[in-house]
């Protein structure tokens, strides 16, 4: 039987960490993601979870003490946010390029400066191309699903990359919602166990993890890298599927939100997207055709899934909580607009909002103007500005 | 899959399908298979006719680049693995091994 429970997207995820019980978890303290090894560490103390707990100097050496763990053969999780996160970096593409399936929570929060703890999505975005699996949520209960799936996805012998759930600082990490867990013996049986082919405790079979690789080597390595990086993408459906009938909540790559017959649509990320749906509701009660497309998985990013799924809107919104200071549109536009123009769907009106920069509040009234906007689009049929700003004082 | 296997040799020809993951190395003691004498900027010059077979330099080499014979003595320098370290040459009480520069 699921559990009915209250908890915060962090006790969730720490929750989701405790039935996972890996065999270590490093960590450092960072707004807003600190309650995680908080409430971990007292899972530890009273004894719920055999893990070694690594009190670490920085994040620097999380990242690093969870490299060592799981290249020593054992599962290692750790979570951060932002400036956190920025602190880990030449580990994390360390992590994925030595294929180590390490877990980690990333509470998304702006990435300094001006110095900022709230929301964005400034620090995961900026860590978009380490080499890590993306993972993003839009409410506790698809991050403490995330987290177990995530383990199940990284370890995948035709995977082994690590994986990176995100999501919202304060918004998902500090409030309650109802959600359902699963029971202990079913997360377990779920996750299984971590049997790593080759780790550097084994004893018969001595390896060197690490070398240098120069020039006549790294390539090859790297394109093997990538290889898994598509590997994932079966892998993640496949155990998308699997968790589907243990839990009873379906994952895919995205949610398509009200899209079948959708003419305008926003593409979105994370908590803004539970906005945006009841935006819908209210559009599609005043007959407006509107939909909303939530990306649930970004690295590897659904090329296919994506243009499918928007190739019958006339006019799209994509909302990006990060600028890419390209001044050419955020992250997720440009993925999804190359995505779009490389399967041959040439005829989406595509605009771009950067949105809810450190934290600004994204209110109804907000998404209302973007399918506003996006309806002018329509009648109108031209764009009148690809790239925008919304809610920022001009 | 995994082609980490127990003797496996990674190659300037192994393919990025069957190289190991990551880079790793999972054949132990494999340094032999790559050859690292033309790192070399300085060479030691083992003189034959003044060598006591004292054997001091043979444990100092940080490489495998001083081997000795089944008599237990020691043979010329094995220079795809010597790297011009010097140490050798610094460490010989019959100045027995000269060390001149590479190229000359």
Known sequence: ????????????????????????????????????????STFVANGSVNTEFVAVESEHSAMSACVGAQAAGARAMTATSANGL?????????????????????????????????????????????????????DNQEAYDNMIMAVRIAEHKNVMLPVMVCFDGFITSHSLENIE??????????????KPDHYLLDRENPISVGPLDLQGY????????????????????????????????????????????????????NSTAGTAKFVVDKLRENGIKAGLVKPRVFRPFPVDEMANVLKSCKAVAVMDKADSFNAAGGPLFTEITSGLHVKGVNNV???????????????????????????????????ESVYNYLGVRE | MSNC??????????????????????????????????????????????????????????????LVNEEGKRVDFNYDHCKGCGVCYKVCPFEAIDFVEEGK
């Not at chain 1, 909002?353 to 998404?367: E, H, P, Q, S, T």
């Open chain 1, 349 to 383: 009106m595509t605009v771009n909002y950067i949105y809810g920069l450190g934290g600004r509040d994204v209110n109804v009234g907000d998404i209302e103007k973007v399918y506003n906007d996006l309806t002018n689009i329509v009648s109108q049929g031209k764009i």
């Open chain 1, 1 to 40: 039987m699921a559990i009915r429970d209250r908890l915060s997207g962090n006790e969730a995820v720490a929750t989701a960490m405790k039935q996972i019980n890996p065999d270590v978890v490093a960590a450092f303290p960072i707004t807003p993601s600190t309650e995680i090894p908080q409430y971990f």
């Open chain 1, 218 to 269: 790294f390539f090859e390595h790297k394109r093997q890298q990538a290889e898994s990086m598509r590997n994932a993408k079966k892998v993640i459906q496949e155990v998308s599927e699997e968790f589907a009938q243990i839990s009873g909540r379906h994952y895919g790559f995205l949610e398509a939100y009200r899209m079948e017959d959708a003419e305008v649509a926003a593409v979105i990320l």
């Open chain 2, 5 to 66: 296997k127990h003797n496996k040799i990674v190659s300037s020809d192994t393919t990025w399908k069957e190289t190991t993951e990551g880079g790793t190395i999972c054949s132990p003691g494999n340094a032999t298979d790559f050859p690292t004498g033309d790192w070399r900027s300085m060479k030691p010059i083992w003189l034959q006719e003044k060598c006591k077979q004292c054997l001091l330099c043979y444990p100092v080499c940080p490489d495998t680049a001083i």
């Open chain 1, 181 to 194: 867990l699963m029971e202990d013996d079913v997360v377990k049986k779920f996750i299984g166990e971590y």
């Open chain 1, 86 to 138: 920025a602190l880990m970096w030449e580990v994390l593409y360390i992590a994925a390029s030595l294929k180590l399936p390490i877990v980690m929570a990333c509470v998304n929060r702006a990435l300094s400066g001006p110095i900022n703890i709230h929301n964005d999505h400034t620090d995961s975005m900026g860590a978009r191309d380490s080499g890590w699996i993306q993972l993003y949520c839009e």
